[in-house]
């Protein structure tokens, strides 16, 4: 929490130092907006907002023992809401606002899995990549990696296996 | 067991999981947690958001954190004629009074000029083989005498010097120069020639669907409408950007056809407004970057064919 507040100290007083915070933010931010619009691209839309929104308003935070995210999550929170506004969707003040113990678990467990995937081998990051953000086929990526459809199940499945046994379980 | 049940298991649970987006109803619970971390996968941000949102909030970081030192004279807007011929940058001088501050040859018999005319710049590209006459506002202290000059130098008589009927103190005229830019020159009679909140020389783009234009202007690039007049079948608006105006009129009759425009803008964060303008609704013409003249600069087109490229001091 030290080394959080120093950061954020830091990139008050330089804003080149904001890239700190967002590299410790970014999939944390992601995964509770993801969970909420269901949609890559508003997800994205809405991220990004976030952090500018952040970055401009960064001066005005002010430290006081609370996690960064939590002030990350509350500036999400409106931007759902003023998405949902403007599109005229209903939006769920307990899916926009959600901040309660269990939800913070899984945000963190998400965002600990998003960050795990770097650290895959190559080849099973690029097959997770492949499969599951550009949902394509076995076949299309056993193509594209000139490799069998055999040894692509296989890197799935390897993937899969690594990341259980480095987040742990999820709790239901 | 052998894995090779359990891999080929898993692959067809995480088509049907693909597929519908919920956990397959029957599976070997000895994958049960192997999708649970398929599931959560869906989710996965694209490298390629991360580091391009890494990359916008860093150019941002930046731009905030240093001043951006504009260039002198240059107000945010600047409009950018194509004329064929170099004596164009002559009949500038000769007619309106122009003072050249620059030239840079940019190859054989192409140059780029620019030129301060009252308060204002104008950018000028001489050579490049393409054209694209424009229409400009220009105010001066007695537009009978430019008028006279222009004529003089050869330019084509549109309407003659008169006294707008909707504004007595407004007195303008508009001749075609034979590069076909369309100056319309005018002189403020009470007060100050150049009327408040104006600048010396403003691009008025003449387009199809004016009020459509003006929200894409307003939309695209934070401008401020001044002020609207609107009769039958025409509208005339001008906009504020920045420290600039620009005008926007209905094409309506024979002379005033369509004439898209190119804009040069000065801006703290082209990158910015660059992707503001994609978002509106404009077409990139080139994407931000660093060039040796001194600017990072971008451009995009709009739906009317105006070209608006806008640019950061390095």
């Known amino acids: 929490m030290e080394h959080e507040q120093l950061l954020i100290e830091a990139a008050q007083k330089d804003p080149s130092r904001f890239a700190d915070l967002y590299e410790a933010n970014f999939e944390r931010v992601y995964s509770f907006i993801a969970r909420r619009v269901q949609d890559r691209h508003v997800a994205e839309d809405l991220t990004a907002e976030v952090f500018h929104h952040a970055l401009a308003n960064l001066a005005r935070f002010e430290w006081r023992g609370v996690p960064f995210a939590v002030w990350l999550f509350r500036i999400a929170a409106n931007a759902i809401a003023d998405r949902a506004r403007k599109t005229r969707q209903m939006v769920d003040p307990r899916m926009a606002d959600d901040l309660d113990q269990s939800s913070w678990h899984d945000i963190e467990r998400r965002t600990t899995l998003f960050q795990l995937v770097n650290s895959l081998p190559e080849d099973q990051r690029a097959v997770v990549i492949k499969r599951f953000v550009e949902h394509k086929t076995v076949r299309d990526i056993a193509s594209e990696l000139g490799r069998s459809e055999g040894a692509i199940k296989q890197l799935q499945f390897r993937a899969l296996e690594n990341l259980r046994a480095r987040v742990g379980g999820r709790d239901e | 067991m052998s894995k090779q049940p359990l891999i080929e298991q898993l692959d067809q649970a995480v088509v049907e999981l693909l597929a519908s987006g919920a956990m397959p109803a029957s599976v070997d619970t000895s994958i049960v947690d192997l999708l649970r971390i398929a599931q959560d996968l869906r ?229 910015a407004l660059y992707e503001r303008a994609l978002r509106a609704g404009a077409t990139s013409l080139a994407v931000p970057a660093d060039h040796d003249y001194g600017d990072r600069s971008g451009g995009v087109t709009d739906a009317w064919g105006n070209q608006w490229y806008m640019a950061t001091p390095l």
């Not at chain 2, 002559?90 to 018999?109: C, I, N, Y």
């Not at chain 2, 001066?140 to 006279?148: F, L, M, P, R």
């Not at chain 2, 906009?239 to 801006?267: C, K, Q, T």
Request: charged share 25%; net charge negative.
């Open chain 2, 43 to 271: 989710e996965l941000p694209t490298p390629e958001f991360k580091a391009r949102l890494r990359g916008e909030l860093e150019r941002k970081a930046q731009m905030s954190a240093k001043t951006v030192v504009f260039r002198p004279g240059f107000r945010t807007v600047t409009p950018y004629l194509l004329p064929p011929q170099p004596e164009f940058v002559d009949f500038l001088k000769g007619v309106f009074g122009a003072e050249e501050t620059e030239r840079t040859v940019t190859g054989p018999g192409r140059f780029h000029a620019e030129l301060r005319i009252g308060d204002s710049m104008l950018m000028v590209g001489v050579g490049s083989g393409r054209t694209m006459p424009a229409t400009l506002e220009l105010y001066v202290s007695n537009v009978d005498e430019v008028y006279k000059r222009a004529v003089d130098a050869g330019c084509r008589q549109l309407e003659p010097v008169i006294n707008a009927h909707w504004d007595a103190a407004f007195r303008f005229g508009i001749i075609e120069d034979r590069s076909g830019n369309h100056w319309v020159i005018a002189t403020r009679l009470d007060g100050h020639y150049i009327p408040a909140g104006r600048n010396s020389l403003s691009a008025s783009l003449v387009v199809t669907g004016a009020a459509a234009q003006v929200d894409f202007i307003r939309q695209a690039f934070d401008a401020r409408e001044l002020q609207r007049y609107e009769w039958p079948g025409g509208l005339y608006a001008a906009l504020r950007i920045g420290d600039s105006v620009i005008g926007v009129n209905e094409a309506s009759h024979e002379w005033m056809r369509p004439m898209p425009a190119m804009i040069y803008m000065y801006v703290p964060d082209c990158d």
